[in-house]
């Protein structure tokens, strides 16, 4: 069953719409858990994993193609790590070094039409 609540709380799988795609995975006891794979129509463009309602781990963006265009880390929901960017063709164009969302180091750019900016407030769109 898709979308049930138990004691008032999200339990199990959900759907969840957002712009023109929905995020799908699972909660429990009314918090998001492991895996969420975000489709617009039948093209899966994100994946983000969830601990205790927070984004934890590796997330991954795709274009429609099905490139990789941005990998990076969370930790407690804040961008954490390393972000890798890529172009629609799938060639690195930037690496990042964030610490709980602050722009530490920029490792890597490359000039490019859809290389991310580089001041210090940035922060990726995912």
Same mark, same amino acid.
């Given at each position: 069953?898709?979308?049930?609540?138990?004691? #008032?709380?999200?339990?199990?799988?959900?759907?969840?719409?957002? #712009?023109?795609?929905?995020?799908? #995975? *699972? *909660?429990?006891?009314?918090?998001?858990?492991?895996?969420?794979?975000?489709?617009?129509? $039948?093209?899966?463009?994100?994946?983000? $994993?969830?601990?205790?309602?927070?984004?934890?781990?590796?997330?991954?963006?795709?274009?429609? /193609?099905? /490139?990789?265009?941005?990998?990076?880390?969370?930790?407690?929901? $804040?961008?954490?790590?390393?972000? $890798?960017?890529?172009?629609?063709?799938?060639?690195?164009?930037?690496? *990042?070094? *964030?610490?709980?969302?602050?722009?530490?180091?920029?490792?890597?750019?490359?000039?490019?039409?859809?290389?991310?900016?580089?001041?210090?407030?940035?922060?990726?769109?995912?």
């Amino acid at each position: 069953m898709i979308n049930q609540q138990k004691n #008032g709380q999200k339990q199990g799988l959900w759907t969840e719409a957002e #712009g023109n795609g929905e995020w799908i #995975g *699972y *909660y429990d006891g009314g918090k998001k858990e492991d895996s969420w794979s975000y489709y617009e129509g $039948r093209s899966l463009l994100k994946l983000a $994993r969830y601990v205790g309602g927070a984004r934890q781990g590796p997330a991954y963006k795709f274009g429609l /193609n099905g /490139n990789l265009l941005l990998a990076l880390e969370f930790d407690k929901d $804040r961008i954490n790590g390393k972000v $890798r960017f890529f172009s629609s063709d799938g060639e690195p164009i930037a690496t *990042y070094l *964030y610490v709980y969302d602050k722009l530490d180091q920029v490792l890597l750019y490359v000039l490019h039409a859809e290389s991310p900016p580089k001041n210090k407030t940035y922060l990726p769109d995912f």
